[in-house]
Every structure is written in C-alpha cells, then in structure tokens.
T-cell receptor, first 114, second 112 residues
Framework: AQSVSQHNHHVILSEAASLELGCNYS??????LFWYVQYPGQHLQLLLK??????LVKGIKGFEAEFIKSKFSFNLRKPSVQWSDTAEYFC????????????FGAGTRLAVHP | NAGVTQTPKFQVLKTGQSMTLQCAQD?????MSWYRQDPGMGLRLIHY???????DQGEVPNGYNVSRSTTEDFPLRLLSAAPSQTSVYFC???????????FGPGTRLTVT
C-alpha cells in the first residue's frame, strides 16, 4: 500500500535557523507531491507542489522542496525560519494513473522560538 | 465564494448514536474527500468522491458512509458512533486529487 513517512514528529528551532523536514513515500511509479501547512487554529493550506520538470520547487513564504526520485523523497527546506512559521507541516503524495487518493504523512509539528 | 464549509464545528455524541457531518463547496469542484486528523497519525482518508453519484473508500472507511447526490454537497454519516471515532474531521475539495485541495475548518467530534 502507498504510504508517506515524515520522520520528524516535533522540531524546535530558534529564529533564523535553517529548516529541513523529511518526507519519504513508498510508491514506485510516477507521483504528484505536495506540502501543506496548518497554522494554529487555521485550515490546511497548500505550501508547494511538484508535478514534473525541475525537481527543486519553490513555494510561498520562502519555502522550497526538492524531489529526489532515486530516494523517493520530497524534503521541505527554508534557509531562515521565523516565529510565524510555527505550524504543523504535512507531506502528501498522489500516485499518478488511475489512483484518485491523496495520501498524507503523519505531520511534523514545528515550533520556532524568538 | 465561501469555499468549503463544514457543520457543525463541535459535536459530542454518546456511543451508539448516529449523526451526519455536513460539507459543502461552492467552487464547482468535482473531487471531494473526508479526512480524520488524529495526533501522531496525520490525516487519514476516509472516503472520497470524483463526482456526483461516484464515491469510493479511503484508508479508514469502516463505520462511515458517504453519498454525493450533488456536486456541492458531500455529507459524512456516522452509523453508530464509537469512542474510536473521536477526532477532528476535515472535508476538502479540488478540481481533482492532483490539484490543490481546499480544506474546510473542521468538525471536532467527541464520542463518550
């Protein structure tokens, strides 16, 4: 079965530190990849997505993610975090083809201290 | 546009009771889905629909029913509530599963 692993469940950083959140998936075919963010008390919203082309994808608020097909990974990065980045981050994968399911990882809760 | 709306925001049920969580979207999206969010487990897909009259099961469908009689509405029915169904439920819609999903504000359900 398809699955998505986010290895870091909780991450605590100081402002201006660099961020990298891991995401690995277990589907061998072509995939569409997403990162969603849920700020405290708010809806989930799309941070960035990868469908094809350049494996380095830039999203909103200075976030980027790199798709490494050989490693089945789609890690999220930000060079310098801010207190306002405190949120829960979810990686999601949609296998291409006839699959209509969007599978989410368990999420990583990020706390940024001023 | 209101986007994706969900009612109620909060609900407390006793074990064995049934209820329907409502979800509506005004973006004419074909694809709608229901997730439950539990601590440490992220979002798990319950059921989804690719259009009116078409529904399918997700990862954790047991104990839940859905129907899709219109493009706008996608209600989730709990047939006989159990404490294991205590969770936050999110409805989402999109042009398709490979497009951005728009999430509703969620329903926090407690089953005692």
């Amino acid at each position: 079965a398809q699955s998505v692993s986010q290895h870091n469940h909780h991450v605590i950083l100081s402002e201006a530190a660099s961020l990298e959140l891991g995401c690995n998936y277990s589907y061998g075919g072509t995939v569409n990849l997403f990162w969603y963010v849920q700020y405290p008390g708010q809806h989930l919203q799309l941070l960035l997505k990868y469908f094809s082309g350049d494996p380095l994808v830039k999203g909103i608020k200075g976030f980027e993610a790199e798709f490494i097909k050989s490693k089945f990974s789609f890690n999220l990065r930000k060079p310098s975090v801010q207190w306002s980045d405190t949120a829960e981050y979810f990686c999601a994968v949609k296998p291409s083809g006839g699959y209509n399911k969007l599978i989410f990882g368990a999420g990583t809760r990020l706390a940024v201290h001023p | 546009n209101a986007g994706v709306t969900q009612t109620p925001k909060f609900q407390v049920l006793k074990t064995g009771q049934s209820m329907t969580l409502q979800c509506a979207q005004d973006m004419n999206h074909e694809y709608m889905s229901w997730y439950r969010q539990d601590p440490g487990m992220g979002l798990r897909l319950i059921h989804y629909s690719v259009g009116a009259g078409i529904t399918d099961q997700g990862e954790v469908p047991n104990g839940y029913n859905v129907s899709r009689s219109t493009t706008e509405d996608f209600p989730l029915r709990l047939l006989s509530a159990a404490p294991s169904q205590t969770s936050v439920y999110f409805c989402a819609s999109g042009q398709g599963p490979f497009y951005e999903q728009y999430f509703g504000p969620g329903t926090r359900l407690t089953v005692t």
